[in-house]
T-cell receptor, first 117, second 115 residues
Framework: AQTVTQSQPEMSVQEAETVTLSCTYD???????LFWYKQPPSRQMILVIR??????QNATENRFSVNFQKAAKSFSLKISDSQLGDAAMYFC??????????????FGTGTRLKVLA | DSGVTQTPKHLITATGQRVTLRCSPR?????VYWYQQSLDQGLQFLIQ???????AKGNILERFSAQQFPDLHSELNLSSLELGDSALYFC??????????????FGEGSWLTVV
């Protein structure tokens, strides 16, 4: 069974600095998708970035980028120029890809990011 | 705005009661997922429907049930409520076909407080 592990329950970063959140996963599949979701205090789940496993190029969305290491089954999120609004819980998620219409989205336990002014 | 609509946003009810949470997926999305998030916890997958059919079950209690209707909206029914059922219940939706997109989008959640 697929698992997603976020080993950092909490991280802190100074405003304007860079922080990296770690995520590892376990799977026997070769085709899948990975996501990072942000959950601010409002508790809404917001998609930050996604990565297709078949793409070797790391995904980037403005200040957010990932370091996808398929062989190591690692998917870390780098936040550059951290802003106060980045403070939130961040969840890593894995989606297995099938053609039957049945997908499994598995979430890690989350990393709480604090941004210090 | 993710396009996923959940009602009610907040609900307070007594132990032993029954409630129904409603979800309208994004236009065109055939899959609906329900998740439970207790305070300061991660997301627990409850159940998934695809085009009206149950496709996957997670840690869903027998007191809970769900269904997806022909218009693709879904309802999560919670009965014999206990204090421990107090949580944020998320509905999410996604396209089912690989070529149509592969991201799961969440509604704003329904806050359930059992007193």
């Amino acid at each position: 069974a697929q698992t997603v592990t976020q080993s950092q329950p909490e991280m802190s970063v100074q405003e304007a600095e860079t922080v990296t959140l770690s995520c590892t996963y376990d799977t026997s599949e070769s085709d899948y998708y990975l996501f990072w979701y942000k959950q601010p205090p409002s508790r809404q789940m917001i998609l930050v970035i996604r990565q297709e496993a078949y793409k070797q190029q790391n995904a980037t969305e403005n200040r957010f980028s990932v370091n996808f290491q398929k062989a190591a089954k690692s998917f870390s999120l780098k936040i550059s120029d951290s802003q106060l609004g980045d403070a939130a819980m961040y969840f890593c998620a894995y989606r297995s890809s099938t053609t039957s219409g049945t997908y499994k989205y598995i979430f890690g336990t989350g990393t709480r990011l604090k941004v210090l002014a | 705005d993710s396009g996923v609509t959940q009602t009610p946003k907040h609900l307070i009810t007594a132990t032993g009661q029954r409630v129904t949470l409603r979800c309208s997926p994004r236009s065109g999305d055939l899959s609906v997922y329900w998740y439970q998030q207790s305070l300061d916890q991660g997301l627990q997958f409850l159940i998934q429907y695809y085009n009206g059919e149950e496709r996957a079950k997670g840690n869903i209690l027998e007191r809970f049930s769900a269904q997806q209707f022909p218009d693709l909206h879904s309802e999560l029914n919670l009965s014999s409520l206990e204090l421990g059922d107090s949580a944020l219940y998320f509905c999410a939706s996604s396209r089912a076909h690989q070529s149509s997109g592969n991201t799961i989008y969440f509604g704003e959640g329904s806050w359930l407080t059992v007193v």
